[in-house]
């Protein structure tokens, strides 16, 4: 089996499990992969996370030395290797900002003679922002192909400070993680790279105990932001309330981020503090009960990739409300596996909640629509399947 590199900005973050799933579901296939981060996560939340941690080769921390950044100097061994990188790290500094071609590049030699001492064969990034700049180049130093995993929505706010046209004519391939990201993708790149696309989805896994609640609890898991939508299900689940103050329903935020101070108050000066509840960021298998034990989840995002924080209440058999954003409609089927509104509709939102908690019969349907769809599509196993697949064909 070959060895390759997976590099991400902060690793293991609590809210990517699935990049932590791929890294696991790959080494139990028996390739070796070492992880490499710029830098450490700022929260760890299970001890599978831990393990990760212990084992990642942290970037940033090494550029405190000077002689560390002196040695990955020396470690590359081809002038005309070095040379064509730094003009690369200056052509993506000139978009991204004047500043940042240095950093890229220190960040880049350190991250290649590691990557060299490992004897990692092919490096790959996961999201196209800062961190991949630094992995595309540490890979040309290293003389070694990468590839990167582009999920939006927010890298295609600014393609040219990403500079994501480059990053796919110097990629091996990339990975989209649905058709609308492929279509965001073309968009900014150039048609003859456009061979190199392929969709492997984020996945899950299928393999968990399906909710059977009859609670009347609604369930957000997700980032604490505005993109998230937090806001406003708030408002439609006061509103639902005031239109029948006999519903005893309640809703639970998993997950944190900048928007929850705000997010409290907002819930203290609707009078819900006894109906609200926040959880903060919560390991697996915590997340796993919740979903066993609520009734609808609820994500009302303005943008979206394809969120896996669907994919697993869906595959808890939950049925689930969004919006028709991004990929999600890639995922759900409205009216079949669940309920899609328009962004910032709070009564749209509201209708929907209320049609679900007043319909078991519509959920039980939907929760098993959505089990199908997950299990069929959007599997951890296959999806790991199909990227083995891309890196056999690099790795020839």
Not at 68 to 73: D, E, N, P, Q, R
Not at 132 to 152: E, N, Q
Request: charged fraction near 20%.
């Amino acid at each position: 089996m070959k060895h390759v590199g997976y590099l991400t900005g902060r690793f293991p973050r609590p809210s990517d499990t699935f990049i932590q799933n791929e890294v696991l579901g790959l080494r139990e296939l028996g390739w070796t992969v070492s992880t490499y981060s710029i830098q450490r996560p700022t929260e760890i939340v299970s001890s599978q996370q831990s393990i990760l941690h212990d084992s990642t080769f942290y970037i940033f921390e090494k550029l405190k030395s000077t002689a560390s950044l002196k040695a990955a100097t020396t470690a590359i061994k081809s002038p005309t290797r070095l040379a064509k990188t730094s003009k690369l790290a200056a052509k993506c500094a000139r978009r991204a900002g004047a500043l940042k071609g240095s950093a890229y590049m220190a960040e880049a030699l350190i991250l290649a003679e590691q990557l060299l001492a490992d004897g990692v064969e092919h490096l790959h990034c996961h999201f196209a922002d800062s961190s991949c700049t630094v992995g595309m180049l540490a890979a040309k130093l290293a003389g070694i192909p990468y590839s990167f995993t582009i999920h939006g929505p927010g890298i295609f706010f600014e393609p040219q400070k990403w500079s994501l046209d480059t990053k796919a004519a110097e990629a091996a391939f990339v990975v989209c993680i649905s058709n609308f990201c492929v279509s965001q993708l073309r968009i900014f790149t150039n048609r003859e790279d456009w061979d190199k696309f392929s969709i492997v989805h984020c996945g899950v896994d299928t393999n968990v105990n399906v909710s059977e609640s009859d609670s009347s609890e609604i369930l957000f898991v997700g980032r604490l932001e505005e993109l998230k939508g937090p806001h406003d299900l708030i408002h439609a689940f006061n509103f639902m309330l005031e239109g029948d103050p006999s519903l005893s329903s309640t809703l639970r935020f998993v997950g944190d981020g900048p928007a929850r101070a705000a997010l409290e108050s907002q819930v203290e000066e609707l009078g819900l503090r006894d109906s609200v509840y926040f959880e903060g960021y919560a390991p697996p298998d915590t997340v796993s009960e919740f979903l066993q034990n609520t009734a609808v989840f609820c994500l009302p995002s303005y943008a979206e990739g394809v969120p896996v924080s669907l994919m697993e209440a869906m595959v808890h058999g939950v049925p689930v409300i969004s919006t028709r954003v991004g990929g999600i409609s890639e995922l759900i089927v409205d009216g079949e596996s669940g309920l899609l509104i328009s962004p910032g509709d709070t009564t749209q939102l509201a209708e929907a909640l209320e049609t679900l908690l007043g319909d078991p019969a519509l959920r039980s349907k939907m929760g098993a629509a959505g089990i199908e769809k997950v299990s069929t599509e959007f599997s951890s196993a296959g999806q790991i399947e199909s990227l083995v697949n891309l890196f056999q064909e690099t790795l020839v």
